[in-house]
């Protein structure tokens, strides 16, 4: 039996294949280069917030009055908490205001010579359509 870490590896590997694949043969390097930066960015942030958290709970284990001075350990879960759900609602809605072609290549002038001219300046910006795009 494969076990579920087996499943998941294999499948982000999958992913990253077919993602490099899609990439080299359409030549959108581009999307490549948002892509890292989007996880860079992603990690640091990730990071941050980690250290920042990890030296407040520090800060808060070498002085016990400090916490009770917030109103005790039940208010300061309380307002993490409340972050983290808030934040939880900010990145579950974040998606829906976005259309589906915000990172295409084309919206970036460095891509205008990337493709050829066939049309008017309006057909050009229009996204690729494709089977999964939903109108």
């Known amino acids: 039996m494969i076990s579920i870490a087996d499943q998941t590896r294999a499948l982000i590997w999958l992913r990253v294949t077919l993602s490099l694949r899609r990439i080299a043969r359409r030549r ?6 948002l892509s890292v930066l989007s996880l860079l960015l992603g990690l640091a942030v ?3 917030v980690a250290a920042a958290v990890w030296m407040k709970a520090t800060e808060l284990g070498r002085a016990p009055g400090r916490v009770e001075a917030r109103g005790g350990a039940v208010a300061i879960f309380a307002t993490w908490l409340a972050g983290v759900l ?3 609602i900010w990145f579950a809605l974040l998606p ?3 259309s589906g072609a915000l990172f295409d290549p084309r919206r970036f002038l460095a891509f205008a010579f990337a493709y050829p001219y066939t049309g ?3 057909e050009c910006q229009k996204p690729p ?3 999964n795009t939903l109108y």
């Open 46 to 48: 990730s990071c941050g």
């Open 86 to 88: 808030l934040a939880r």
């Open 120 to 122: 008017t300046a309006l």
């Open 28 to 33: 959108e390097w581009g999307r490549l280069v």
């Open 96 to 98: 829906r205001g976005q």
């Open 129 to 131: 359509y494709s089977a």
